[in-house]
């Protein structure tokens, strides 16, 4: 399909929303090319692209983030312009971003209503019933938190729970979803859809943008795809389905994605031996309940299972972060517990944490700042940066785990959230570990940059190293791994291999599918 066939007239009445003709460049990059998009009153309109191909661009300038370069908005067939957004907020234009915009010293309430506090008197901000609609609109979420939390006391699942709650709390028309999903476990994903159902009910229209592409597919009423910066494609739920998206998006289809992995592995190389680790948020119970598991040179190990599986704690626990409280880990023979992060990564032990943003880049530096931060170390002699060898080392690096940008000097926030994670890895990668641990390795980011984080795995799994990585996506588990350990409640319940596993065993070993079967069973 041409992008001439992929804008389609539409039905006279139910386009809410139009964007027409847009345009949006950055000096000499055009990140919008004359797109034509329509939004239709309570129905999805999903956006499929990777990384760069224009879809967040667009949906800023229709939330009144940004302005278009050229073109033109309507909302119910009126010229539309938006200089800010709190006019489109005030037109019921609402947008949750997919990196979050929330202030993380203040409390759960205050971030939902900020902007928009409610007055007593015309002077005094109404908390109490801003708490009571803070707690209703958590409720209605199925996340029963205390409105007066602070946000920096949530996970990263919860205060994505509470930037969609403030974006609900607005009464929206057009509600603009960026990602919402990407931190969120198997329930509260369940939970979002059936808000995001009761809304279309509503006559709300939703325009969701997900890298998940299932999952976006069982939401869609319509799909459109964008790459480099055209809208190339649309078609209704009916007509489409993964190879569509895939195609239209990457130019291939979904088997070209899988990586090529080995089939015979070496010795053990990561050991880890009746392994507890305390639960952080809270310590009298077991977030990893005395777990075995062997990693061997050249193998890939998928850790799967729903958020709270304890998948994290494992990774962290090994990778020095949290304590151990019984067990040991061996690295190639010896044993590395008592060793702090730094002494971890020395003897080959590295990880790539879940939150990039957060806990594996520091958004002040450069791309090559960050590349080289965890090597910086093997570049200093005598007291002084050798700053030749590590300009080397970060160039070889940039080409090696293929990042796309101007170069070192660039800024990390220049980049697209695929090629952040590659620069997470790539930095991990210089420390030359032997075991390349990754949690969520490709949280956030389009199928194409997956395939290429995933062929990294495979890569360096055919270099000899040892790699474990945990994902909550069934898809990943079944496509990049030479075996599935499946994890529910801190311990290992069952193991699959890839190659002969049912994707619905898989998810009924970790609990995700089992309350499906219970009700199926029931019907029956």
Not at 254 to 273: H, M, Q, R, S
Not at 335 to 356: M, T
Not at 485 to 503: C, H, L, Q, W, Y
Request: glycine share 10%; hydrophobic share 40%.
């Amino acid at each position: 399909m041409t992008a001439a066939d992929a804008t389609g007239a539409g039905v006279p009445g139910d386009v809410v929303m139009r964007a027409v003709g847009i345009t949006k460049t950055y000096g000499a990059t055009q990140a919008l090319k004359g797109v034509d998009f329509e939004i239709r009153r309570g129905s999805v309109t999903v956006l499929f692209g990777e990384n760069g191909a224009g879809k967040s661009t667009l949906m800023k300038i229709l939330s009144g983030v940004e302005l278009p370069t050229s073109g033109s908005l309507e909302l119910d067939g009126e010229p539309l312009q938006l200089r800010n957004t709190v006019e489109a907020v005030d037109k019921g234009i609402a947008i949750i971003h997919q990196e979050l915009s929330l202030a993380p010293n203040l409390s759960i309430q205050d971030n939902i209503f900020m902007g928009r506090e409610m007055a007593r008197g015309g002077l005094f901000i109404d908390r109490r019933t801003q708490s009571t609609l803070a707690t209703e609109l958590l409720e209605r979420l199925q996340e029963p938190l205390d409105p007066h939390t602070l946000v920096a006391d949530l996970r990263l699942g919860q205060q994505q729970v509470v930037e969609i709650a403030r974006a609900l709390a607005g009464d929206a028309r057009v509600l603009i979803m960026d990602e919402p999903t990407s931190a969120l476990s198997g329930s509260e994903v369940e939970v979002l859809f059936g808000v995001i159902r009761d809304l279309t009910s509503r006559g709300v229209a939703i325009v969701y943008i997900s890298h998940h592409l299932e999952e976006a597919l069982e939401l869609a009423d319509h799909a459109v795809v964008f790459r480099d910066g055209a809208l190339v494609a649309r078609g209704d739920r009916h007509d489409i389905d993964i190879n569509w998206v895939i195609s239209n998006m990457v130019g291939r289809n979904a088997e070209g994605l899988n990586p090529d992995l080995l089939d015979t592995f070496g010795e053990p190389v990561l050991e880890i031996d009746g392994v507890s680790v305390a639960d952080p948020t809270n310590p009298s119970r077991l977030s990893v309940d005395h777990l075995d598991l062997t990693v061997r040179t050249g193998e890939i190990v998928c850790l799967y299972g729903l958020m709270g599986a304890g998948r994290t704690e494992l990774l962290e626990a090994v990778a020095g972060r949290l304590t151990i409280r019984t067990g040991d880990v061996r690295l190639k023979g010896d044993s590395v517990k008592g060793l702090d992060v730094r002494q971890r990564i020395s003897r080959g032990l590295a990880l790539v944490p879940e939150d990039r943003q957060r806990d594996g880049l520091v958004q002040t530096m450069s791309v090559g700042q960050n590349m080289s931060l965890a090597s910086l170390l093997d570049f200093v002699k005598g007291g002084f940066l050798r700053r030749g060898p590590e300009k080397r080392s970060i160039e070889d690096g940039v080409r090696d785990v293929q990042v796309k940008t101007a170069g070192p000097s660039a800024s990390i926030t220049s980049l697209s959230g695929g090629n952040q994670q590659k620069v997470v890895i790539g930095k991990v990668l210089m420390t030359q570990p032997d075991v390349l641990l990754l949690d969520e390795p490709t949280r956030g980011i389009d199928v194409g940059a997956k395939a290429e984080i995933f062929a990294l795995m495979a890569r360096e799994a055919r270099r000899g190293l040892g790699v474990l990585f945990a994902t909550s996506e069934i898809g990943e588990a079944l496509g990049a791994a030479n075996r599935i350990v499946v994890m529910s409640k801190g311990r290992i319940v069952r193991e699959f291999d890839p190659r002969t596993a049912n994707r619905d065993d898989v998810m009924v070993a970790s609990g995700e599918a089992h309350q499906d079967r219970e009700e199926e069973a029931a019907q029956r």
